[in-house]
Every structure is written in C-alpha cells, then in structure tokens.
C-alpha cells in the first residue's frame, strides 16, 4: 500500500516494527510490511527513527508540493544495479538504439490514447462520428511516427513535434466527452486554469514519482534521457518514461468526472489559476491507487498495473547490457 499523509499537522513515528500516524485526536498503526511508499502531500511532522526505519525497509518517502510534483525524496544511497547500466545509457543516446527506444516509447503513449478514445467511443453512440474524426486524426500521427528513422540528435525535434499534435487531438477529444460544466480548452499546467487538468497535473506528479523510483530500482539514471534533453537537475529519463503511463491517470480522472465524484470544493483559487486542496488530493489519491492496484496480463503474466513500471524498467536495463 502507499501511506498519504495528506492532513495538515499530521505527525509520523516509528512504534515497533510499524508506522504510526497521529492527527488530532486520531491515531493509527500500518506494519511496515504492508507500506510500500510513503507520500507526504501537505505540512507534516516526521522523526528521524521513521526515515531510518522506512530507509531500512526500502520504502521511500516522497515530498508533493500543491501542484503534485515531487519535490524531495527520501531513499537509500545505494545504486540499483551495475554502473555498467548508466554507462551503456550514455553510449546509445547518439546511436540506432537509444532513437528506437525513443520512438517506441511514444508510440505506446499514441496507442494508449487511441484504445482509450475507442473504449470511450462505445458508450457514446451520439458522440460516434466526432470520436472517429479524433481517432483519425491521432493514428495519422502515428503513421508519421513509425516512418521516422535516423539518430535522435536529427529527429528529436519530429518526434516531440508528433507527439505534441497527438496529445493536442487526444485532450480536446476528452474535453469532447467531458460534462459540459467541466469541459476545458487544451492543457494547461502548474497551475492549472481548470479542474480537469488541475486533476491531471496532481495524477502525474504522483506517477513521476513512481517512475524515478523505478528508474533507480534498476539501475537507470533518472537523468539520462533519450526523447527529452539534459538540463540541469531534469530527470529526462523520468519525463521520457512517464509518457507510457500517463494513460492511468487519465482514466481516472475521466472516470471521476463521468461518475460525478468532483466537486466544486475539491478546488482552492490561487494566483492565475486553480490547485487541489485536501478534500480533492484524497479523492484522486484513492482513485489513482485502485486503478493502479488492477491486475492485467501483461507479457503473459498477471500483475498490478503499478508494477509494468517496474517491469518495463528493469527490462529497458537489461537490454543496455545484452
């Protein structure tokens, strides 16, 4: 499970060989065996015995600010795997390998915007004709993709620019599909100008999270991208990997519009736009880890959609080394 402190002056001690979490007048005990992360949304206490005890149990603490990035991390100082993984990253970022990397990674971000538009298609026979028109317009991108060939340094640009006209065409077909009171106009980010996407950038601040520390878990550098370029202290492999997944915070946040489980109140103005207060985080929290916590089959075995993360990483790291 992930353990959210999401309550403002919430205090959190080791007892034992379990995390307990106090907030006011409520108190509660979760065994160290059952966390797997631990998420700190809001203004809270930790003892330094929890950080050594969660740091002893490989479970990392990760700091959220109001707009869901990650802003801080508490992890062990060990490296995942072999260096030889971070040297082989460095060596194909120039060659064949390191561009077909690249375009794969995106193209499964389009194919997951396209299965996603078709499931949403069927439950909408009035909306048909202009969800084909969307669907079109995105395999047309798709198309380009899969015909680019050469080195990153040359089609960077091409690749980027595709995927930028493919999301373009994704999210005003969800704002097609989204009740009226809540349509949006494109994306907007940090912050956000509407709820839809104040949702969406909370949902991907938890997901970049997930992503680092999976990056970290097998070997690879968080730092060392394909797609997206180096920059001072960018995780560009984080925001390269993140694309393929991004498709589960989407589902939940349609999902919870569709179900009308939003409220107005879930949102605090703040300067030039909108952020996501307590009542909101704990909603979207809970959705994002239900969704997350489904098993699939997935390269012909049953497990947690949050763990293909895992998967698709340590996979990605042993194909450096082969």
Not at 128 to 141: F, K, L, Q
Not at 224 to 250: A, C, P, Q, W
Not at 296 to 320: E, V
């Amino acid at each position: 499970m992930q353990l959210v402190i999401n309550s403002r002056g919430s205090y959190l001690k080791k007892q034992q060989n379990c995390f307990l979490v106090k907030n006011e007048d409520k108190v509660f005990e979760v065994s160290a065996n059952k966390v797997e992360s631990i998420l700190i949304t809001t203004s809270a206490t930790i003892t330094t015995d929890a950080i050594k005890f969660a740091v002893e149990n490989n479970i990392d603490i990760v700091f959220l600010d109001h707009f869901g990035d990650p802003y801080g991390r508490v992890w062990h100082s060990k490296l995942g795997s072999t260096v030889l993984i971070r040297r082989k990253q460095l060596e194909i970022a120039d060659k064949e390998k390191g561009f077909d990397l690249a375009k794969d990674w995106i193209e499964v971000k389009i194919n997951n915007q396209i299965e996603f538009l078709k499931d949403l298609k069927k439950n909408r026979p009035e909306k048909r004709e202009e969800m084909d028109e969307y669907i079109t317009n995105i395999e047309a991108m798709k198309d380009k993709l899969i015909e680019l060939d050469g080195v990153l340094d040359e089609a960077r640009g091409s690749i980027l620019g595709i995927e930028g006209m493919s999301s373009r065409h994704y999210f005003n077909a969800l704002s097609y599909i989204t009740p009226e009171k809540w349509k949006f106009e494109g994306r907007s980010r940090n912050p956000a100008v509407d709820e839809f996407n104040c949702l969406l950038n909370y949902g991907y601040g938890v997901l970049y999270s997930m992503v680092e520390k999976a990056c970290i878990l097998s070997g690879l550098d968080p730092y060392v991208g394909f797609i997206h370029t180096d920059n001072y202290n960018k995780k560009s492999l984080v925001f390269d990997l993140i694309e393929m997944y991004r498709i589960h915070v989407d589902r939940t946040v349609v999902n919870l519009f569709s179900k009308r489980k939003i409220k107005e109140d879930y949102f605090n103005s703040i300067p030039n736009g909108l952020s996501l207060n307590k009542d909101g985080k704990a909603v979207l929290i809970q959705a994002l880890n239900e969704v997350l916590d489904q098993s699939i089959s997935y390269h012909g075995r049953n497990i947690k959609i949050r763990n293909t993360i895992q998967s698709d990483c340590h996979k990605i790291a042993n194909s450096l080394i082969k």
